[in-house]
């Protein structure tokens, strides 16, 4: 008889997809989403009732995220004695003040956080990063921290066809905030000092589209939403791929574009270093000629298979359900 797990995610993000799937090869899983959740006294004791039923049914709790839901979580795991696996992202240990963005701003979203990891049997990180960021910030044990990185489907996401001197860069962005997590404005004056180069952004909705559109230099298409296949047929044609952010855990449509051999420049925090290694550009964040510099090199660099072998090697898919497996089993 298969194990079962309650599997706990307030977003339906690619990523939490795969886990899904991966999983559900190996295990049962009771999947509670919680993506455009309501907010209120009322959908906040549901929820309660829909976690702790799916608990008491289950083997194990494996949340996405160290936010409210898995706080609940590991609430009514602690009493019920069960097993919790948190998977933490990259929002919970960041601390910018200046744009209001993380939960080691408030002392409550901080103390919130730092239960989760108490009452989580382990925590799961996509990068070493945000291991050390823990263990600094909240003063987390380092032994309940395990990394297991993003897996990537290699079949994929491919190369096809020849690469027009483009850059693209990929942000699933509806309000401002994550405009400048993303470096969106960044991005945006970057291409403006480069007019002869056409830049496309791809993901911008909602409020974050209404922002930059009267923003963003002629020489800059904004796109919205697109299809997986559109997408892998957008990166497979492009050459540059920015990933200009703030922070990050290890980014996914960095990784996804270096499986298509685009040629990546990215800023030098977080996981963006240890995906790009040596196969692009590295940039401090929010230096402007830098990163114009470091583009200009990158359409002159010749593609090569180099950015698809860094990830095909470091961040295979059935790396990370072996471990997921193995972290599961011990338990």
């Given amino acids: 008889m298969k194990k079962k797990i309650a599997f706990i995610s307030a977003y339906n993000t690619s990523f939490v997809k795969r886990d ?13 989403d919680y993506t455009g959740i309501e907010k209120g006294v009322m959908p906040l004791l549901k929820q309660f009732w829909q976690i702790l039923s799916a608990v008491n049914g289950s083997d194990l709790a494996f949340v996405w995220f160290a936010d409210l839901r898995a706080f ?9 004695r069960k097993k919790m696996l948190v998977v933490v992202g990259g929002y919970e240990m960041a601390n910018h003040p200046e744009i209001s963005y993380g939960a080691m701003i ?3 979203s901080r103390w919130r956080v730092k239960k989760i990891f108490e009452w989580s049997s382990n925590v799961l990180v996509v990068d070493e990063s945000l291991k050390l960021e823990a263990v600094s910030q909240i003063k987390a044990d380092p032994q309940k921290i395990i990394t297991i ?8 996401f491919k190369p096809a066809g020849e690469k027009t001197e483009e850059v693209l860069l ?8 994550t405009l400048f997590v993303k470096g969106i404005y960044n991005y945006l004056e970057v291409a403006r000092q480069m007019p002869e180069v056409r830049f496309s952004l791809v993901g911008i909705r909602g409020y974050a589209l209404e922002l930059l559109q009267n923003q963003k230099p002629e020489n800059l298409e904004i796109i919205g939403f697109l299809q997986q296949d559109e997408l892998i047929a957008k990166l497979q044609k492009t050459k540059v791929y920015c990933q200009l952010s703030l922070r990050e855990g290890l980014p996914n449509a960095l990784c996804e574009a270096m499986l298509c051999n ?13 995906a790009i290694g040596n196969t692009g550009f590295l940039v401090k964040h929010g230096d402007i000629g830098q990163t114009v510099d470091a ?3 990158a359409l002159k660099k010749q593609t090569t298979d180099e950015p698809r072998q860094r990830i095909t090697e470091l961040f295979p898919k059935n790396r990370r359900i072996t471990k997921l497996k193995e972290t599961i089993e011990q338990l």
Avoid: W
């Fill in 20 to 32: 899904i799937e991966s999983l559900s090869e190996h295990y049962e899983i009771n999947r509670l």
């Fill in 170 to 177: 990929v942000a699933s962005v509806k309000v401002e905030q």
């Fill in 295 to 297: 583009i200009k090199q």
């Fill in 149 to 156: 990185p993003t897996g990537f489907d290699t079949n994929l």
């Fill in 262 to 274: 685009c040629i990546p420049v990215g800023t030098k925090v977080n996981g963006i270093p240890n």
């Fill in 106 to 108: 408030g002392s409550f």
């Fill in 72 to 80: 609940i979580t590991g609430f009514i795991c602690k009493i019920m």
